[in-house]
């Protein structure tokens, strides 16, 4: 039997954007071990050619190099791929903001994932984020090869409805196929990453940590993480706000020093799937008060660890923590201090109660795996074949 060929294109790893590696490698390794005697995949990757940022460190060489690398370098790469003869059946963009490079793939072979419409918001929305003609027109060239596409996928129901809502492309074109949670992620003792962990915050269970696993984007609301881990500490005073993710901006390290919290939050380097889980673990709550998300991977990665979540009432959050999670509206302040501390006490004094939390945390997570995705992923490639 003709094995279908799949062409999986990923980001690239300096960009440093680790949830779309995640999806990029977790689809590549489950389609070439669940599926080596149908599917031959090929992962795409380029390394990215540095010229501006190898003579600058400023944030807009590297900025322009990434512009470069994206819409010229990437292009040439998968243009190369295309004239080999047969070479592939199927592409798949495991990232819309790549969309660009549709414009360099056969279109009716090309599927793409939607996370999110952000990347598109200066020309869906121009009003809620303005933007110079010469960003927007690099938008609209990444959006037109979005709509090109043969087939989007979407992360949720919630993103399938702002893509059908802006009219971008007809309903038989997009699908839903949740993301799954890395198999790291689990409340079982892994004692290497579990001392990894402890080397980098300490003995567990010392004080209370509560989490949060991210990027400092302003969507993610970084100022309302920081009101509300202040206010839980008047409640708490030994509490401790552990970040995973991008450093804190000008602006947020100000807040940090206006609230007198400088002491009490661990911002963590990058770190592995295994010591990330490990952290997950070692937290009394994950809290995620973004005010917009394409998934929110943080959810059923903190529940698949059997840590409480409480995320911001998005109907995308919704459908991923269900009613395992608790929510709270991203405004609202007092209300996530208040939700905090209240799960804070059940934790220290009703330990029934929170087991049964936490058990219901791992029954939520247990309905979102890479093996289902990959499934789903496999029907629409051999649907877009067909065509």
Same mark, same amino acid.
């Given at each position: 039997m003709t094995k279908l060929r799949v062409a999986i294109i990923c980001d690239y790893l300096e960009e440093g954007w680790?949830?779309?590696n995640l999806v990029g490698d977790s689809l590549v390794k489950r389609l070439s071990e669940d599926y080596a005697s149908e599917i031959q995949v090929r992962q795409i990757r380029p390394i990215m050619k540095r010229r501006l940022s190898?003579?600058?460190?400023?944030?807009?060489?590297?900025? $322009?190099?990434?512009?470069i690398n994206r819409f010229y370098d990437y292009s040439r790469t998968l243009k190369g791929l295309r004239n080999q003869q047969d070479a592939i059946d199927v592409?798949?963009?495991?990232?819309?903001?790549?969309?660009?490079?549709?414009?360099?793939?056969? $279109?009716?072979?090309t599927l793409v994932t939607c996370h999110d419409l952000d990347t598109f918001r200066c020309v869906l929305e121009p009003e809620k984020e303005v933007r110079p003609r010469w960003f927007k027109a690099m938008t609209r060239r990444t959006l037109i090869g979005f709509q090109r596409a043969a087939h989007?996928?979407?992360d949720s129901r919630a993103t399938r409805d702002e893509v059908l809502a802006h009219k971008l492309l007809p309903p038989e074109r997009v699908s839903v196929v949740p993301l799954g949670v890395h198999p790291t992620c689990s409340p079982e003792r892994d004692a290497e990453a579990d001392a990894e962990a402890e080397r980098l915050?300490?003995?567990?269970?010392?004080?209370?940590?509560?989490?949060h696993v991210g990027s400092t984007i302003a969507r993610k609301r970084i100022d309302v993480l920081l009101d509300v881990f202040a206010g839980v500490r008047k409640r708490f005073p030994g509490a401790r706000l552990i970040r995973v993710?991008?450093?804190?901006?000008?602006?947020?390290?100000?807040?940090?020093?206006?609230?007198?919290?400088?002491?009490?939050?661990v911002s963590l380097p990058?770190?592995?799937?295994?010591?990330?889980?490990?952290?997950?673990?070692?937290?009394?709550?994950?809290?995620?008060?973004?005010?917009?998300?394409?998934?929110?991977?943080?959810?059923?990665?903190?529940?698949?660890?059997?840590?409480?979540?409480i995320a911001s009432d998005l109907p995308v959050l919704r459908e991923v923590g269900g009613e395992a999670a608790e929510y709270g509206a991203t405004a609202d302040g007092a209300a996530w201090i208040e939700i905090v501390i209240r799960l804070l006490n059940e934790r220290?004094?009703?330990?029934?109660?929170?087991?049964?939390?936490?058990?219901?945390?791992l029954a939520q997570a247990a309905k979102f795996s890479w093996a289902t995705y990959t499934n789903r992923m496999v029907e629409i490639y051999r649907n877009i074949a067909a065509r």
């Open positions: 680790e949830s779309m190898r003579v600058s460190a400023r944030g807009e060489a590297r900025n $322009a190099d990434r512009f592409y798949h963009l495991v990232d819309h903001s790549y969309s660009q490079l549709v414009h360099s793939l056969p $279109a009716e072979r989007v996928v979407c915050l300490g003995v567990a269970n010392r004080t209370i940590e509560i989490l993710g991008g450093a804190f901006t000008r602006a947020q390290q100000e807040q940090v020093e206006r609230l007198a919290l400088s002491d009490a939050i990058f770190i592995n799937r295994r010591v990330l889980a490990a952290v997950y673990r070692r937290a009394a709550l994950v809290v995620l008060p973004s005010e917009q998300e394409g998934f929110g991977l943080p959810v059923v990665e903190a529940m698949a660890c059997g840590t409480p979540i220290s004094g009703a330990s029934c109660a929170w087991e049964a939390r936490r058990a219901s945390c």
